[in-house]
């Protein structure tokens, strides 16, 4: 095996310093697999390896919210933690500058490999920002941190964004930053200020107040034994390395099996019986109707060897000119 997985494991399996919380890189490492998880689910789709991407569907997107909110918590206890009583810019700076380099480094990438849904602010974008904000909470009483997390939480209810969305307002670019804009562009990865910082803040509140108890405790004391869980907390103390890395690692391994196996032969059918359906409806057609007639062409398109070329874009006029007839006869079929 070459020398550096293995060096790199070792890195991973090896103890915490004294002092550092063990407990809080766990669950930073647990955040991160979950986030591969999603990741990994994310390309399958993708990729078309899988019928249809999971990562998109609502229990997927619920998941990245969760994924997320766990890492902006985290990283507003991981704030407290590095603080402590008095501050120390020099860590401070070098962590925010580490943060604001990789997020650059994201944006720059997904402008040129996705440049219909690159990534403006993500999650690094929004924990480099929030750090900065973040830092007054670090002196101000735990009761009114928490409630400024719970009323930042609460504003997409309570806000009129259209209102604050005026040409005379605020300018596009800090709407979006906010989370505030009527519109939002294409992205792959969208954290916006609100509601987001408000759980920064909910983990500067929940760090504040547990520390203390946290340091003194058990669980303050605990030191992974199994490999799994030596593993997890080595993660989560190289979370940044691992966050920018596996990514670009699992879709570069999916594609190469996507290369070799071609996509699944079910891949789009549920997104295609879907947007044909919402199509129909909006030219008129019932409900029953357009789903009878979805899936009817579903069909046909396979007969016809359409499907594969359709799904890739590459009909020719001829065959758009027959997917259009497939398509009338399906609809004049199906019953109403």
């Given at each position: 095996m070459p020398r550096?997985?293995?060096a790199a494991l070792r890195r991973l399996l090896a103890a915490p310093a004294a002092g550092r919380l063990a407990v809080i890189d766990a669950a930073r490492g647990a955040a991160l697999a979950a986030m591969a998880l999603y990741h990994a689910t994310w390309d399958l789709g993708f990729l078309r390896l899988t019928p249809e991407n999971l990562a998109l569907t609502p229990p997927g997107r619920a998941a990245a919210h969760a994924i997320a909110g766990s890492f902006l918590v985290l990283a507003g206890v991981?704030?407290?933690?590095?603080q402590g009583k008095v501050f120390r810019p020099g860590p401070f700076l070098g962590r925010l500058a580490r943060i604001g380099a990789?997020?650059?480094?994201?944006?720059?990438?997904?402008?040129?490999?996705?440049?219909?849904s690159w990534i403006f602010f993500g999650v690094l974008h929004c924990i480099a920002l929030s750090s900065l904000l973040a830092l007054p909470a670090l002196r101000l009483p735990p009761w009114l941190v928490a409630a400024a997390s719970a009323a930042i939480l609460a504003a997409p209810a309570l806000l009129d964004a259209p209102a604050l969305a005026a040409p005379w307002a605020l300018p596009a670019p800090l709407l979006l930053v906010l989370g505030l804009a009527p519109e939002v562009p294409a992205t792959n990865d969208y954290v916006p200020m609100i509601p987001w910082f408000g759980c920064v803040l909910a983990g500067v509140a929940l760090g504040?107040?547990?520390?203390?108890?946290?340091?003194?405790s058990r669980l303050g004391a605990w030191r992974p034994a199994s490999r799994g869980a030596r593993l997890l907390a080595g993660a989560g103390r190289r979370s940044l390395g691992i966050y920018l890395l596996h990514q670009p690692l699992l879709l570069a391994l999916l594609s190469g099996v996507a290369a070799l196996t071609g996509p699944h032969p079910r891949a789009g059918e549920a997104g295609f019986r879907r947007d044909y359906a919402q199509t129909c409806a909006v030219a008129g057609g019932s409900p029953a109707r357009c789903r009878a007639a979805a899936r009817c062409l579903l069909g046909r398109l396979r007969e016809d060897g359409l499907w594969q070329a359709a799904g890739q874009g590459a009909l020719?006029?001829?065959q758009q000119a027959r997917a259009v007839a497939l398509?009338?006869?399906c609809y004049d079929g199906a019953a109403e």
């Open positions: 550096f997985p293995v991981s704030l407290v933690l590095a990789a997020a650059a480094g994201i944006s720059l990438a997904t402008r040129i490999l996705f440049p219909e504040r107040i547990a520390r203390p108890r946290l340091a003194a020719s006029p001829a398509s009338q006869s």
